[in-house]
C-alpha cells in the first residue's frame, strides 16, 4: 500500500485505513468486520480465479486435435502397387479431425486382481454415424506382455473376438501400445487415469451430400455445398475417393500418440521423427483393418502431404503384419522394433509442393466404385498378359511426372500469362514455359489412353466413356493442365489440375453447363498431419 507507484485504488483503500484509525473503538471493530469480510470475499473469488485459469490451463494441455488431409492420386493409379514405380499424390483442404482429451473420473489406476493388468476406459465418439464405442486396453502390469483391446458389451462385459479388426479399434491398439512401452509405467498410469476420450469427424467433401441437399430444397452446386453445415451425418455412405479410411487412422493415430507425449510435444521434439512414427503406426492400422498390405499412398499423403510416392514395406513390418489380430492383441516389442528400426518406409515419399498459381479442382460424379475389386482384376491382367501395355503406361506415367515438376519450377507470372492462351497457341511457342507446358499435357493424355486401354483389356471401368467426354471437355479449356479420373479411377469423382483463377472459373462454367459434375469446395493443401492444442 505504501509503495510510491502504488494505484489509485491501493490509495484509497490506505486512506480508508488510516481514516478508520481516528474513530472511536465501537465504530472501529465494526468497520474491522466490514474490511475482513471484503478481504474474505476479495480472497475467495482470487481463489475460484486462479481454480478456473488452472482448470482451463490443464483442459488445454489435455485437449488435443489432429487433422489429416484427404488425398487425389492425379497419376501413378494401379502402378503404385509395384514398386519403383511411383505416382503423384496431391492432398487437400478437406481433413478428418480426432480430438482427444481425458474424461471420466480422475481415481487411481491400479491393477486388477483378477489378470494383474491396468484396465484404462476409452469412449470414441462419431457423431456423423450416431455410433459411440466403448473399449478398454488391458494393459499387463508387465509391460512386455501382449496388450489387447476389448470392445465393452452393454452389459459391461469385454468382448475381444466378435468383431473383426477395424480402423478405430486397430488405430487405438497400435498407438495405445506403442505410448505405453515408449513411457514408463508411472508416467502411462497419469495420462491414462481418467481415462481417454475421441471424438472423430470428417468434413463433408468426404462424402456424397447430393442428397441431402435436394431434400432440403437446394440444387447441387459449389455454392451450396460451401454452404452446406459442418460435418453433416454420414447417410447413404457414397464417397468421394479422398482416401477417408487412411485419413480417420492418421488422425486417430496422431491424436493418441500426441495425448501421450510421443509426438507433438508442447515443448521442443522432431517434427521429422513424429511424422515418421506416426506414418508407420498408422500404415500397420490400416494394412491390418484392410485384410491385405496395400499401395500405402493414402496414408503417407495424411501424414506428409503432396508428394511423389513409391510404395515401400520392409520385411519385418510384412512378417508383423502376417499376425493374426482377431483376438485385438499386441506385444510392445514387436510393434517398438518397428518404430525404432532405421528408417526404411521414407526413402522413396519424396515431399513436392506446387506453386500457388495451380489449383486443385475436385467434382463429384454421383456413382462410386469398388477399388479392391477393380485392383484385383487389373493385377490378374497384368500378370497373365498385360506387359507391353503396362510398360507403355509405366513410361507415360514417369514423363508426366517429370514434365509436371518441370513445369512447377517456371515463372509463375509466366504461367499465368499462358493459362490465357489457346493450347494450339502455346505449342508453336518456344520458351521453356510453354515447351513444358505442351509436354505436360501431352503425356498426361497418353496415360490416360493406356490407362483407359488398360480397362478394357481387363474388364474393369477404369475410366468409363461417360468420364471420358467429361475429362476431354475440360482439357480443351484454356489454363488446364491435367483432368481425368483420379487413383484407380470408376464413377467415384473427376480431378483437374489448372493454372489461375481464371481458369478455374472456366472449368466451374463447363462443369455448371453439363449438370453432371457437383464441384467440392475443396482447394490444395501443401500440409500433412497438423496438430492444435485447444
Not at 367 to 378: A, H, I, L, P, Y
Not at 439 to 450: A, D, P, S, T, Y
Not at 514 to 526: A, G, I, K, T
Amino acid at each position: 500500500l505504501r509503495h510510491p507507484q502504488r494505484s489509485s485504488e491501493s490509495r484509497r483503500c490506505s486512506f480508508w485505513l488510516e481514516t478508520m484509525a481516528e474513530t472511536d473503538a465501537g465504530e472501529k471493530d465494526s468497520r474491522w468486520k466490514l474490511a475482513l469480510q471484503i478481504a474474505g470475499g476479495a480472497v475467495a473469488l482470487g481463489t475460484a480465479l486462479y481454480g478456473l485459469s488452472a482448470l482451463r490451463r490443464a483442459f488445454s494441455q489435455r485437449s488435443i486435435r489432429a487433422t489429416a488431409p484427404g488425398k487425389v492420386l492425379l497419376s501413378g493409379g494401379y502402378l503404385v502397387v509395384f514398386p519403383p514405380n511411383e505416382g503423384m499424390v496431391l492432398t487437400t483442404d478437406a481433413r478428418f479431425t480426432a480430438d482427444i482429451c481425458a474424461h471420466g473420473s480422475a481415481g487411481a489406476l491400479k491393477p486388477r486382481a483378477s489378470d494383474n493388468s491396468y484396465h484404462v476406459p476409452i469412449t470414441v465418439l462419431s457423431p456423423q454415424f450416431d455410433a459411440t464405442f466403448s473399449f478398454e486396453l488391458i494393459a499387463p502390469v508387465n509391460k512386455d506382455a501382449s496388450h489387447q483391446l476389448a470392445r465393452l458389451t452393454e452389459s459391461g462385459e469385454h468382448d475381444t473376438t466378435s468383431f473383426k479388426p477395424s480402423y478405430v479399434d486397430m488405430s487405438l491398439l497400435l498407438a495405445l501400445t506403442l505410448a505405453r512401452s515408449y513411457l514408463s509405467t508411472e508416467e502411462f498410469i497419469a495420462k491414462s487415469h481418467a481415462g481417454v476420450r475421441v471424438k472423430v469427424l470428417g468434413d463433408n467433401s468426404f462424402y456424397d451430400q447430393t442428397l441431402y441437399l435436394r431434400e432440403n430444397g437446394q440444387e447441387p452446386s459449389l455454392e451450396s455445398m460451401a454452404r452446406l453445415p459442418p460435418h453433416l451425418p454420414v447417410r447413404d455412405g457414397a464417397k468421394n475417393g479422398l482416401g477417408s479410411s487412411a485419413c480417420l487412422v492418421t488422425s486417430i493415430v496422431g491424436a493418441v500418440l500426441a495425448h501421450y507425449g510421443i509426438v507433438a510435444k508442447e515443448h521442443g521434439g522432431d517434427e521429422n521423427d513424429d511424422r515418421r512414427i506416426v506414418h508407420h503406426v498408422a500404415q500397420l492400422a490400416h494394412n491390418v483393418a484392410q485384410g491385405k498390405i496395400g499401395s500405402g499412398f493414402d496414408v503417407s499423403a495424411a501424414v506428409y502431404g503432396p508428394q511423389s510416392y513409391r510404395r515401400s514395406m520392409p520385411n519385418h513390418a510384412r512378417s508383423f503384419l502376417s499376425k493374426d489380430f482377431r483376438d485385438h492383441k499386441v506385444v510392445p516389442g514387436d510393434l517398438t522394433m518397428l518404430i525404432k528400426e532405421p528408417d526404411s518406409w521414407l526413402v522413396f515419399a519424396q515431399k513436392k509442393s506446387l506453386p500457388d498459381c495451380f489449383i486443385l479442382m475436385l467434382g463429384c460424379v454421383g456413382g462410386g466404385s469398388e477399388t479392391t475389386g477393380m485392383v484385383k482384376r487389373v493385377n490378374q491382367w497384368k500378370d497373365e498378359s498385360g506387359d507391353r501395355l503396362w510398360k507403355l503406361y509405366e513410361r507415360s506415367n514417369k514423363a508426366f511426372m517429370h514434365s509436371l515438376e518441370a513445369l512447377a519450377a517456371e515463372d509463375e507470372q509466366e504461367l499465368l500469362v499462358l493459362a490465357e492462351k489457346d493450347h494450339d497457341e502455346i505449342a508453336k511457342m518456344n520458351t521453356s514455359a510453354a515447351k513444358n507446358w505442351t509436354k505436360c499435357r501431352k503425356f498426361f493424355k497418353m496415360l490416360r489412353e493406356n490407362l483407359k486401354e488398360v480397362g478394357k483389356r481387363s474388364g474393369t471401368d477404369i475410366e468409363p466413356d461417360v468420364q471420358t467426354r467429361r475429362a476431354d471437355r475440360a482439357m480443351a479449356i484454356a489454363g488446364v493442365i491435367a483432368c481425368g479420373v483420379p487413383g484407380a479411377g470408376g464413377y467415384d469423382a473427376i480431378v483437374a489440375l489448372v493454372v489461375g483463377e481464371s481458369a478455374r472459373q472456366r472449368v466451374l462454367e463447363c462443369w455448371t453447363k453439363s449438370n453432371d459434375v457437383l464441384p467440392l469446395p475443396v482447394s490444395l493443401d501443401q500440409k500433412g498431419i497438423q496438430w492444435t492444442r485447444m
